[in-house]
């Protein structure tokens, strides 16, 4: 994949005109250039079409107003040969010869030898058969006195007794239209040429750049450099849309990493004393002498540290799988009230034991999408801690609808958290002072947080005036 990669700035270190051809070549190369140049061919085809199509139409019309000019003028001279004969038609043609028309007509009366007895024409045109119908012939006329050939189209017919008559007109005009026309053509052609290149070769490298920039960002992105991202230019268009989805994602991957890591880390740092300790106890039992009770006690000892470890490490897993997790915005939707009710019954006897009043105020049909094991997770946690670290009084579970939010709260009326800790206590391992004594391992509130994240939720912990009020919003299920 590599090798076919799109990379301009690598001709950089190119001499100049190497360089620039360089470029130029993987211009030609790319799909964008490609792709502009079709378009241009299709878009100078239908120019040079319709410009055809033009010039075509002109002369056309051109040329048979001249004709229709010609026909006229033969077919009248032809009935004033037929009412008077040579002579009169000698004399018309003679008269219509002498004054200047304005509009260049030529005629010629001959004998059937072809010596001409009147017209502005000095001769049978060279080289031209007589005959009825349609010719082409060139005229001799003086321009600053001196002779130029120009081109003519006329119409002859064989008179009875054998004269010819022959009307034309010089087409040098006309010609001169044509040929002007052409040239037009041609440069219009070339212009359109040239325009379109021009333009195709600018659109194509603004694509190109565009793809560079997603190219350099993924390669700086393989490099290592997890936390670049590829810029956007602001005009919302398509690339934009592309460089927003693949900056999701790489904040995705980044934030997978990061997590990833974070465990690692976790486990090394806070694994590594528990277990340093279970092997020292246990090497301890195996070296001591003692009797068969001391050595048991030690055994249980040592299980039940393993068993913590155990603990530690599935919250661990469990934060992990609720933070790599997809998020679950497409997943079934479920009623929270529902979640909270099973859960609130659960740690109903427990919770009397320890002097609390549990109470559920839930609004029915409070849907939300996702998981419903780990919400379900998430609540037992926040419960268990109330139950923890608060003395007995009202334990109170809240599930409402506010600004089109689901919203679900447990408060209690414990010790509470201070207002600079609300944020730490999320972190993992993380355990206040005055709860040091109590079992646990920090880790609750991590997986409440990785689990209303994971639901595009969010958490927040107050002040219960007295004790803790933790709120968990969520985004409400449309179905
Ligand atoms: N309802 C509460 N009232 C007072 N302090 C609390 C309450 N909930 C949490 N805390 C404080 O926040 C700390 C972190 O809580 P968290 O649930 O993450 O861990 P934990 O309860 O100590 O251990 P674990 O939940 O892993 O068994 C607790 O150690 C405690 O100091
Ligand atoms: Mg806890």
Redesign the pocket.
Known sequence: MVSDKIHLPAARSLPSPRRFFERQRRLVRTHAFRLAALYFLVFAASVLGVLCFVYWTSADFVERQTEATIDTDITGLAEQYAQRGLSGLVQIVAARSAGDSGEAMLYLVTDPDGRPLAGNISGWPLGVPAGNGWLSFTVEVRVQRKPVSHPARGSMIIMPGGYRLLVGRDISDAAAFRDRVKLTLLWSGMVALGVGLLGGAAMSRNLLRRVELVNRTSERVMAGNLSDRVPLDGTGDEFDLLAVNLNRMLDQIERLMTAMREVTDDVAHDLKTPLSRLRARLELALIEPGDAGAQSEAIRVAIDEADRLLVTFN?LLRIAEAEAGAVVDMAAPFDLAEVARAAVELYEPVAEEKGFVLTLTAEPQVDIRGDRHLLSQALA?LL???I???DGGALEVRVFRADARAVLEVA?H????PQNNREI?FDRF???E??RS?????????LVRAVVHRHLGTIALADNHP??RARLEFPMSCV
């Open positions: 919250a946690n268990d801690n109330a923890k670290y608060a209690d414990g010790p509470g958290i206590v993380v355990r206040l005055p709860s109590t079992p646990g391992n920090g880790l609750g509130l991590s004790g803790l």
